[in-house]
């Protein structure tokens, strides 16, 4: 069953481009990873990054700056972007998990508006107008990616990437000792590993992959802004991973999926669209934590429950 | 290295550094009383300072009730907000993991910002000063209406810290927050002690919005840009401790004026700076006695 899904997503992100407009889709897989970023430290490790933006953001001037200057190719720029925000991830978890809990959510959200003002102040960004005119140079410096068919194919892929990369992380050795302290730390420090270390790390992982997403996204839309540093996309991606299913590795997509579809949808009646988010966000915290992904998976075992006769459904562990 | 700075540059920057401080100190230890108790932390702070300021201005617009008059309406009608909030979005999250308040509190900032910025428009609205005119110090000009907000705001903060911290009411505050159940069984009614707390800090960002509006134009994101600062000057300070966030907001304040001077480029991330050094050399707070939590 398991598979079978995973199968039938597969088929239908590879023949959507035909139905629905590919830059829509792009987006979408930009919001994908940069949720699924987000997801790995809130998900798995129970830090919320109140300000994931900087990371997205940076990584977008830097990926936009490098195809601008220089002839390296595609790919190259990206993960140049996607490094640079590594290292400001470890430099914000350096300073930040020195506070507990909700204090580590207000430090990083402090530290987002900062890098938002060095940005705004910085000369290569291009300030209040943005960085406009990036080009998208070509793929490992031999394929040609102007078209944008071709291209939703690239990042297609480069969402697979990152997705598959978030799944080791999880699922290997180091992913458990993450679960771990986000479920009893001081058990873990008494088991002699220091989870500072630990959350450091994470982070810097999560802002690797959050800066992946920001270098995809100033190659598909050849610009990059001040929106993509600001505490409204921090927020977003907070509502993206929380609708879809935190601590699920399905759940931030489809979030991503509806955030954006929705964005799109409300984007000509102004406001609506921020005030449609807060509303959102609010019944998703008071009445469905588990988000649109834990509920289904909740219906499914219930009914299967049911269909064996036996008592009840497995508790769910990441609550 | 001087030589540029006339004594009006440097004591008008003081004087924006402590209007500044002022506010600063105002919402940081309103956010300190609602974490203290709550654990709750408010972001939705900066959106209720915005509602006092609004609120101000309708009653000015459409009842013709002067500043006066809203200096103790708005600040009301904002608690009555902080209350109804508190009951529908907070109280049934009550036994859940902080971080789910401090996003409720946030969906709750885009929804009134963008209710308000709907209905109203994000340009800033102007409010007069009910107290025009001002004194020539010799050194420098002191509008009147600066001089009330320092004052009226030193005196707020020094009753408000009193109240906590050398009254009866302020000791089952604090009790209630080491441990309700203790408290309870005197025959208290937690619950309700912490709506009314929540509606007590909401109302004091309602009232430093009132205080804002003649200063600072009143615009729908008035509130949200000051919140940065405000976590800034809260983690700075240590969680929870009111007259260390209280000291903290007009000491930066002060050093963020006094930047301005000095060393205008660095006035916009001064603040930051002083945070990063604090959490590397302080990690439990300027002024919290106990070791990191």
Avoid at chain 1, 115 to 135: A, K
């Amino acid at each position: 069953m398991r598979i079978a899904l995973i199968l039938l997503g597969v088929a239908a992100a590879l023949i959507a481009p035909f139905f629905v407009y590919p830059v829509l889709l792009m987006t979408i897989l930009c919001f994908v990873v940069f949720a699924t970023s987000f997801n790995l430290l809130l998900g798995y490790v129970g830090l919320l990054c109140f300000g994931q933006a900087m990371f997205l953001g940076l990584s977008a001037y830097v990926t936009g700056h490098i195809l601008k200057t220089t002839d390296l190719s595609l790919e190259i720029a990206i993960l140049a972007g996607a490094l640079v925000s590594a290292v400001l991830g470890a430099f914000v978890g350096f300073v930040a998990v020195r506070r507990s809990g909700i204090q580590f959510a207000m430090i990083t959200f402090a530290f987002a508006q900062f890098v938002y003002f060095l940005l705004l102040r910085s000369e290569f960004t291009g300030g209040e107008n943005g960085m406009q005119g990036i080009p998208r140079s070509e793929l490992f410096g031999i394929f040609d990616v102007s078209d944008t068919l071709t291209f939703y194919y690239v990042i297609l892929g480069m969402t697979a990437l990152a997705i598959l990369l978030a799944y080791r992380v999880i699922h290997s050795p180091y992913g458990e000792i993450l679960k771990a302290i986000r479920d009893n730390e001081p058990r873990v420090e008494s088991l002699g590993f220091k989870p500072e270390r630990f959350k450091i790390l994470a982070m810097s992982i999560s802002a690797g992959i959050a800066g992946f997403a920001g270098g995809m996204k100033a190659a598909v839309y050849g610009f990059a802004t001040l929106t993509d540093v600001s505490w409204t996309v921090s927020g977003e991606v907070i509502l993206m991973t929380l609708l879809g299913g935190l601590g699920t590795l399905t759940g931030p997509m489809v979030g991503a999926g509806i955030v954006i579809v929705m964005n799109d949808e409300l984007a000509q009646f102004g406001e609506w669209a921020l005030i449609a988010q807060g509303i959102i966000l609010i019944l998703v915290i008071l009445f469905f934590r588990r988000g649109v992904v834990g509920e289904a998976g909740a219906f499914f075992r219930r009914r299967q429950a049911r269909a064996k006769d036996a008592p009840a459904g497995k508790p769910r562990e990441a609550e | 290295m001087f030589d540029g700075i006339t004594p009006q540059l440097l004591f008008g920057q003081l004087l924006i550094g402590v209007i500044n401080g002022s506010f600063y100190a105002m919402l940081a230890m309103g956010l300190a009383i609602i974490f203290g108790l709550m654990h709750v932390v408010n972001f939705a702070h900066g959106a209720q300072y915005m509602l006092g300021a609004f609120v101000a201005w309708l009653l000015l617009t459409h009842l013709g009730i002067p500043y006066w008059g809203a200096l103790f309406i708005a600040p009301v009608v904002v608690a009555i907000f902080g209350i109804v909030m508190e009951r529908l979005l907070l109280k049934p999250i009550a036994n859940l993991d902080h971080l789910y308040s401090l996003l409720v509190t946030y969906a709750a900032t885009l929804v009134i910002e963008g209710l308000i910025r709907q209905q109203y428009g994000s340009t800033g609205l102007p409010y007069n000063s009910p107290l025009p005119g001002g004194v020539n110090l010799g050194f420098m000009f002191m509008p009147w209406y600066r001089l009330w907000v320092v004052v009226f705001s030193v005196v707020t903060c020094l009753g408000t810290w009193l109240l906590i911290e050398h009254t009866k009411l302020g000791s089952y505050l604090r009790a209630a927050n080491e441990s309700p159940e203790i408290v309870e069984s005197f025959g208290i009614n937690v619950p309700r002690m912490m709506t009314l707390t929540y509606g007590f800090g909401v109302g004091l960002a309602g009232l430093s919005g009132v205080l804002a509006a003649p200063v600072y134009q009143v615009s729908p994101s008035m509130g949200s840009g000051l919140m940065i600062t405000i976590f800034a000057v809260v983690v700075i300070g240590g969680m929870g401790s009111i007259i260390g966030a209280i000291l903290t907001g007009y000491l930066l304040g002060i050093v963020e004026g006094l930047t301005k001077v000095f060393y205008p480029e660095g006035a916009g991330l001064v603040i930051f700076f002083i945070m990063l050094l604090a959490l590397i050399f302080r990690p439990s707070g300027l002024f919290s006695g106990t070791e990191k939590s």
